[in-house]
């Protein structure tokens, strides 16, 4: 059973726009919830993060919402740019240790 | 300083053939991962050690042993590999409380067993 799941493989989006990317999870026990960036032959690299006791956090172009109730997260880009084009997983943790989605892979098309 | 680095980054080996890799960090980070991935999926946790002498299992650890002699090496080793053993293998370290609690990952290693 997938606890954090990251239902859309991919997504692609205008240089400009806002890319949404989502994420739902199922445990309760969860005490943050961590945004990372993959670009191809290199590990992950920390975007952004958030408190379960919090339901927003922004970072320049970059903010999370959590949705506690729903067990949702998403991650908005405002304004997309083709920088931005990587895989982005979504990553929950408790007691020390997280556990990853899938991942999203974004395109921003110029 | 050179954050989290892997040796080797590369490696092929046949079934039944034994290997180690290395993890090193100098951030003098507590807790330190071994995770794989494989494609498509996401990264999942094979061991992790919360500080030095101390190692736990994670989501996905048999098959592999890890050991964690100094604070700044984690050691993850396969001692009779096998095909579903290729993977990317990706290790990480992070403080135990710190900011947002991230995790520093190194570049990867991509082991391919034939």
């Known amino acids: 059973d997938q606890q954090v799941k990251q239902n859309s493989p991919s997504l692609s989006v205008q240089e400009g726009r806002i890319s949404i990317l989502n994420c739902d999870y199922t445990?309760?026990?969860?005490?943050?919830f961590l945004w990372y960036k993959k670009y191809p032959a290199e590990g992950p690299t920390f975007l952004i993060s958030?408190?379960?006791?919090?339901d927003k956090n922004e970072d320049g172009r970059f903010t999370v919402f959590l949705n506690k109730s729903a067990k949702h997260l998403s991650l908005h880009i405002v304004p997309s740019q083709p920088g931005d084009s990587a895989v982005y997983f979504c990553?929950?943790?408790?007691?020390?240790?997280?556990?990853f989605g899938d991942g999203t892979t974004l395109t921003v098309k110029p | 300083n050179a954050g989290v680095t892997q040796t080797p980054k590369f490696r092929v080996l046949k079934t039944g053939q034994s290997m180690t890799l290395l993890c090193a960090q100098d951030?003098?980070?507590?807790?330190m991962y071994w995770y794989r991935q494989d494609p498509g999926m996401g990264l999942r946790l094979i061991h992790y050690?919360?500080?030095?002498?101390?190692?736990a299992k994670g989501e996905v650890p048999d098959g592999y042993n890890v050991s964690r002699l100094k604070k700044q090496n984690f050691l993850l080793g396969l001692e009779s590999a096998a095909p579903s053993q290729t993977s990317v293998y990706f290790c990480?370290?992070?403080?135990?409380?710190?900011?947002?609690?991230?995790?520093?990952f190194g570049p990867g290693t991509r082991l391919t067993v034939l």
């Open positions: 990480a370290s992070s403080y135990v409380r710190g900011r947002e609690n991230e995790q520093f």
């Open positions: 445990n309760s026990m969860f005490d943050y």
């Open positions: 958030i408190s379960s006791i919090k």
């Open positions: 990553a929950a943790r408790t007691a020390g240790k997280s556990t």
């Open positions: 951030m003098n980070h507590e807790y």
């Open positions: 050690s919360v500080g030095e002498g101390t190692t």
